[in-house]
């Protein structure tokens, strides 16, 4: 199929699906407001869960060893469940929602969730949603485990400040989607994992890498940007089928599937990227310093 028809007909699909499932008249009705304030008392660590329907999930920062939680519904059935333990100085906190057979149109349902996370202590993030619109700023937290699991969702992650402590992990898995990252060197990673089916999936490794970080991205039917400052060592590998097409700026082809940029190699701190999949569009931007 020729690239250029593919990559319209997908933008066409993404464009229709995410008019469906987020109407233009998507504020969320607020006939059923609320608002949570959980004290997570002395505490040393947080272990957030949220398990999310369908809507509009936001999340940021907020004050120290406190959750904030509004929540907008039109439906009872859509009422958060919240849970929240302690065992030895942890904190095991868990959102969930039920979706039933019972509950109408997911076309008609109005849902949001504003997430305001401590900032003074290390997270463990956990976020399972099935169709959503998720808008998440890990800026200013402490993240230490980052999982993200979602169907057909249009997702913007955010990191504009430094991650004070390590992340171990980002994995991300998600259905036909768009995805955007900014700020990723921020996030001070040690590893990240991506699955994706169809869609755009934008990943801006913008800010202040301090770190070797392992990139592995799998995605069918994609288009994936790549943004890379020059200033950081970078190496990527690419998988060998005719069905990928690939635009590469500011990079070195050493073969078939491997580039580098002119840093790699020179300092302990880069950025080691593999991209495996099938019809798959691969665009690389190198990032002014």
Do not use: C
């Not at 979602?150 to 400040?161: D, K």
């Amino acid at each position: 199929m020729n690239v250029f028809i593919y990559e319209r007909s997908m933008r066409l699909i993404l464009i229709f699906v995410l008019l469906f499932i987020f109407p233009l008249n998507s504020t969320a009705d607020v006939e059923i407001p609320e608002e949570y304030v959980i004290s997570l008392e002395e505490i040393e660590s947080l272990v957030f869960n949220a398990k999310f329907g369908i809507g509009e999930l936001n999340l940021g920062y907020g004050e120290d060893n406190v959750l904030k939680g509004y929540f907008h519904y039109k439906n009872s059935l859509l009422k958060p469940q919240i849970h929240y333990d302690i065992l030895e100085k942890k904190g095991f906190l868990d959102l969930s929602q039920s979706i039933t057979k019972n509950i109408g149109s997911i076309f008609s349902l109005q849902n949001v969730w504003d997430l305001k996370l401590p900032a003074n202590i290390p997270l463990k993030i956990n976020i399972n949603a099935a169709t959503y619109n998720g808008n998440i700023d890990l800026s200013n937290l402490q993240v230490e485990e980052f999982i993200l699991i979602t169907g057909a969702s249009s997702t913007n992650i955010l990191f504009n400040q430094m991650n004070k402590i390590n992340l171990k992990n980002i994995h991300i898995k998600t259905g036909a989607s768009t995805l955007n990252i900014s700020g990723l060197s921020n996030a001070n990673f040690d590893r990240m994992d991506f699955d994706g089916g169809a869609g755009l999936y934008t990943f801006d490794f913008s800010g202040n890498l301090r770190k070797k970080s392992k990139i592995k991205i799998n995605a069918g039917a994609a288009k994936v940007i790549l943004k890379i400052p020059s200033a950081s060592g970078a190496r990527i590998k690419l998988p060998r089928f005719p069905t990928v097409k690939s635009e590469i700026a500011g990079f070195i082809k050493i073969n078939e599937q491997v580039y580098v940029n002119q840093e790699f190699g020179k300092r302990e701190e880069e950025l080691d990227i593999e991209i495996n999949g099938v019809f798959l569009n691969v665009e690389v931007v190198s990032l002014p310093n």
